[in-house]
Structures are given as structure tokens and as C-alpha cells.
């Protein structure tokens, strides 16, 4: 019996072994991804999609409502549903229960202000060059009341203030509260949401002037004029008042850094005897790498000069 063969002149082939691994790329690509998850939601959010979402809606009654091409829509729809922004079922789209919640106009937790001006604040742009070269002295910037009270309220109304009423609710000393400080409150939505979770507890917002009264209006807004009040003023040089059974400083204490431990005594002397102090703020672990969201949240502001992430026990050692 004849065997055909196959032979190879002038060269010799290896066979070399593939690669041995025990780690996935697969969070390499997620990291791909990311921006293009961020345009479906933007786009949606410019187009205003999610208004016509809250009940289930065909493509051709989407595209009739927004103007958009009909084939291509099909396929946007199709998109922010695989990144579960929107649900499909028998052809039809309605909103997921984060996009009603947060992404519709009419909603008072609707974060399109707030979420396009985080975008802006976190994307830091030149980023080799910002690493390469000195960072550029802080900018000041004009101060606009409208601006911040549409663009952080609805953070703080879509679940932040929740966050601070469970903490506090959850303290022991709770039921024997009379009085509260939000310190450097802002728009003082957190000091009303804690004081209206207590039957009896009244409280103070105190921030630099503009602010407090931008905090009244939400006082105003939620009825709470009997309960609560505004002392405006500089938190290093004036006065915070005394009396107080909890003091309250959320995401503010940026502003303090270069004198925290100033700032704690002037708040220990405002409390009464077995008062609290509580502060909910930016910290960091693990050397300053962590947790992730922390670190990429500040790092614009880092990246520029400011220093905003306190080290853990930082502000627990300047209690002490």
C-alpha cells in the first residue's frame, strides 16, 4: 500500500505551546465599554426617551414621539435595554425601575442636571498631560444659586438625605434628640429630612450666607418653617450656636481641611452633654487606592490641586 506524504524543503516547522493563563481580559473590554454605556445613557437623556418609557411603548410610537430614524431607533432601544436602562418584552420598551425613578422629567428625583455636571467635573481632560506637567492653579469660579440648588438637589432628594435618616434614626440616643446642626448644611434638604424623621427634634442649617438662603426655599418647599431655621455665617470665625444634641457635617468638610481639628473643638463645645457628631464624608484606604468609586470621584479634583479625600481614621483621630 502506497502512503502519500508531505514534505517540507529548506525549513522546519515548530509547534510551540499556547500561553498558560489564569487571568480573564474580560475586564479589560468592560473597561472599553464604559464610555460607550455612558453615551447610550447621555443620549437618552438628551433625546428624552425616558418620558415616553413609563408605560410599554412600540418602536413606531418612539419614533413618531421623538423624531428619530426608525431603524436605527429600533437598535438604540435595543442597546439601552442590554445595558438594563430599559426593559423589552413582546416588542414593546418600558422603563427599568432606576431609569423611571431617576430619568424621567416629571419625577422629583430626576438627575439629568445633576448627572451631566458630574460628567463634566469628573472627566478629566489631558489626562498625560495633567501627569506630565504641574497642575494648574485652582479656578474660581462664580457662585450661582439656581445653578447648585437644580443640579445637587436631586441628589440629595433621590436618596442621599434617605441614607442620612437611616444613620441617624438607627442611634441610640435618637429619641432623646432636641436639637440638630447641619453643618455647612447647603441647601439644608439633609437637616430637613433628618428633623422630619423625629417627632419633636427641631434644627439649624448653617452655611456661608448665599447658601442658607437657597436652604430656606427647601425649607419653605417642604414645611418645615416651625421646625427649622438658618444661621449663616464662616465656619472657622463665627459662631455655629450651642445647645445642640446632634451636629451634622455631610460631604462638606473639604472646606475645613487645612483646620479640621479647630473645627471639631468648635463643634464639641457646641454639643450638649452625651452629644453626637456625626460626619458622612469622601474617605480613603488601602494606602489612598480605595474604594474604587472614591478614588475616581476625586480624582479631577486631585489631579487639579485639591485634595479632597480624607485618610481613614483621619477625622475619627481629630475627634478623639
Known amino acids: 500500500m502506497r502512503h502519500n506524504s508531505l514534505k517540507y524543503w529548506g525549513c522546519v516547522s515548530v509547534l510551540k505551546n499556547f500561553p498558560e493563563l489564569n487571568q480573564s481580559f474580560e475586564d479589560l473590554f ?11 445613557l447621555l443620549t437618552g437623556i438628551e433625546l428624552k426617551v425616558f418620558n415616553q418609557l413609563s408605560k410599554p411603548t412600540s418602536v413606531d410610537a418612539l419614533v413618531q414621539a421623538i423624531g428619530t430614524h426608525p431603524g436605527n431607533t429600533g437598535i438604540f432601544f435595543d442597546s439601552l435595554t442590554a445595558i438594563d436602562l430599559i426593559q423589552k418584552k413582546n416588542g414593546l420598551y418600558r422603563n427599568s425601575p432606576i431609569a423611571q425613578a431617576f430619568l424621567v422629567e416629571d419625577s422629583p428625583t ?7 455636571l458630574l460628567h463634566s467635573q469628573l472627566s478629566p481632560e489631558n489626562l498625560s498631560k495633567l501627569i506630565k506637567e504641574r497642575p494648574p492653579p485652582m479656578l474660581e469660579t462664580a457662585f450661582s444659586e ?10 440629595e432628594q433621590a436618596g442621599y438625605a434617605q441614607i442620612m435618616v437611616d444613620a441617624v434614626s438607627e442611634l441610640p440616643e435618637f429619641p432623646s434628640f432636641r436639637k440638630i446642626l447641619d453643618l455647612a448644611g447647603g441647601l439644608g434638604i439633609v437637616g430637613v429630612a433628618v428633623v422630619a424623621a423625629h417627632p419633636s427634634m427641631k434644627g439649624v442649617i448653617f452655611d456661608l450666607p448665599p447658601m442658607v438662603k437657597v436652604a430656606e426655599t427647601f425649607i419653605r418647599k417642604y414645611g418645615m418653617e416651625d421646625k427649622m431655621e438658618v444661621l449663616g455665617g464662616d465656619g472657622f470665625r463665627d459662631s455655629i450656636g450651642d445647645g445642640y444634641d446632634l451636629v451634622l457635617v455631610c460631604s462638606s468638610l473639604q472646606s475645613y481641611m487645612d483646620k479640621f481639628d479647630s473645627v471639631v473643638k468648635k463643634v464639641y463645645d457646641a454639643l450638649n452633654p452625651g452629644g453626637v457628631f456625626i460626619s458622612y464624608f469622601y474617605g480613603l484606604t488601602y494606602e489612598r487606592t480605595k474604594p474604587e468609586i472614591t478614588v475616581l470621584l476625586l480624582l479631577s479634583m486631585a489631579m487639579a490641586g485639591q485634595d479632597a479625600g480624607f485618610d481613614q481614621e483621619y477625622i475619627a483621630d481629630s475627634m478623639l
Open 30 to 40: 468592560k473597561m472599553l465599554l464604559a464610555p460607550t454605556r455612558l453615551k447610550l
Open 110 to 116: 430626576y438627575l439629568r442636571a445633576a448627572l451631566q
Open 146 to 155: 439656581d445653578m447648585f440648588a437644580q443640579e445637587y438637589a436631586s441628589l
